[in-house]
């Protein structure tokens, strides 16, 4: 019997939750279940998922950063399917293939002066790894210094490097060497890079959890004084790299030139598992010049053709439109509406982002009967008033966002880059809706906590 992708969805569509209880995660379904986002959806183009039902959502999720520029892209579907009928000698292995040096050559284009050397990898968190692996052998130092909040991904190293106790807990022992500091405070850095055993320091320029923002001047300095002691600088930018924060890097917004850059999400459009770790030459041959040394870390799928072909084609789009003009201009507008919604909900306590890397967040309300449901709400779990106003904007808006990290009330927005003038004023007015609702105690979204709070007191 031939094979048929379309006919296995057709009949099965139905069994996507009970396949993952069974066989996946069952905790992770029930989740879905429980706040409301248990769809199924048929369809994605763009902005836009659409279900079973032919009912259409505003996904601000955009695969946690993977689909900057929309989903089903054309140019890169087009590419991939190329890909595919080239019958391209892919995996080759013991050759140097041609499309990882073209993706090599254009992503050096697009870095700060002096770094030219590329190593590819799968995963954000393999790409950090190999970072932090190449800076140990390039300074023959043991430790790595990252920052409170920090994410860097959830293997073994870099769960390491992760600044909150949540992902860490229960996995313990973590790598040795690695010690936390805390974002703007320069003299507790200094303190540890005066040590003279630091290989590297690892930031993301702007950090997806929590979307906190260094002070102008935080970044600038730390970069020094890795220079002034020998450190390695490392900008983390596997999410808010690729054009989210309306600057190809991140990193731009303050004039950094790190040692090593790291990207992955939206690197291949969306389509395909691909990372990878940008540094100087200089670096790269401290690990991997002498020959027999020369494949001293690697990946089996690093360079793999499919990925590659898929990053060409995605840098090509980000040009061609546009989207890093248009995130910084579409974010300018978005903030400039949740500005406005600050003004009149006092339950905001700030509003903060860059380009479309955006944070909301929340603090108690004054009002006193409001203030009851809050308290009883983050008594049962911390970050369940944000919780709920996701499931609102979910149930009444069909609009998917995200808490921005374990425990905290910050409503995170990641919509694709590719978001205009109508996406910015159907988020702005949902928001208004949802709040308005979430300032009476007796409003629909308050209506949500009563099960989540069951669900949050039998944990
Ligand atoms: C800044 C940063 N680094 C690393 C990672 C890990 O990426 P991955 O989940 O692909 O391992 C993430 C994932 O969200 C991230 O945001």
Known sequence: MAFSLAQLIAQRQHEQYPLHE????????????????????????????????GNRYLDLLAGYSV????????????????????????????????????????????????????????SG????????KFARAAT?????????????????????????????EGFGPLMPGFDMVSMNDLQSLEGEL???????????PIQGKGVHIPTDDYLPEAQRLCRKYGTLFVCDEVQVGMGRTGRFLACEHWGLEPDFVTLSKSLSGGYVPVSVVITRRSIHDRIFK??????????????????????????????EEKLIENAAMMGEKLLKGLF?????????????????????????????????????????????????????????????????????????????LIIGDEEVEMIVTALDAVLAEAAQVRGRVWSLSGQLIKHALAR
């Not at 399917?81 to 892919?90: A, K, W, Y």
């Not at 968190?125 to 932090?132: I, K, N, P």
């Not at 920090?150 to 073994?156: E, K, P």
């Open 340 to 416: 406005a919604l600050k003004e009149r909900y006092e339950q905001i306590i700030d509003v903060r982002g860059k380009g479309l890397m955006i944070g909301i967040e929340f603090g108690p309300p004054r009002s006193l009967r409001l203030k009851a449901a809050w308290i009883a709400a983050e008594a049962a779990q911390k970050g369940l008033f944000t919780q709920l106003l996701v499931m609102a904007l979910m149930r009444d808006h069909r609009i998917l966002t995200q808490v921005g990290g374990p425990s905290v009330n910050i409503l995170k927005l990641l919509p694709p």
């Open 140 to 168: 023959k130092r043991p430790r790595v210094l990252y920052l409170d909040h920090a994410f860097h991904g959830l293997t073994l190293g870099t769960l390491s490097a992760n600044g909150g106790a949540a992902f860490q």
């Open 67 to 122: 689909l900057n520029l929309g989903r089903s892209h054309p140019t890169v579907k087009q590419a991939l399917q190329e890909m595919l009928s080239l019958d391209r000698p892919n995996l080759v292995k013991m050759d140097c293939p041609l499309l990882a040096g073209l993706l090599a050559e254009e992503l050096v284009k697009r870095m700060p002066p002096g770094l030219d050397a590329v190593f590819f990898a799968n």
């Open 22 to 53: 069974r066989y996946i995660n069952p905790s992770f379904a029930r989740v879905q279940g429980i706040i409301g986002f248990d769809k199924i959806y048929a369809r994605g183009q763009g902005a836009y998922l659409w279900d079973i039902e």
């Open 290 to 319: 002498p020959l027999d040394r020369c494949q001293v870390h690697s990946t089996t799928f690093g360079q793999n053709e499919l990925a590659m072909a898929a990053g060409l084609a995605a840098l090509q789009v980000i040009e």
């Open 125 to 132: 968190a393999d790409a950090v790894d190999a970072a932090l």
């Open 194 to 204: 005066r040590k003279g055993d630091v290989a590297a320091f690892i930031v993301e």
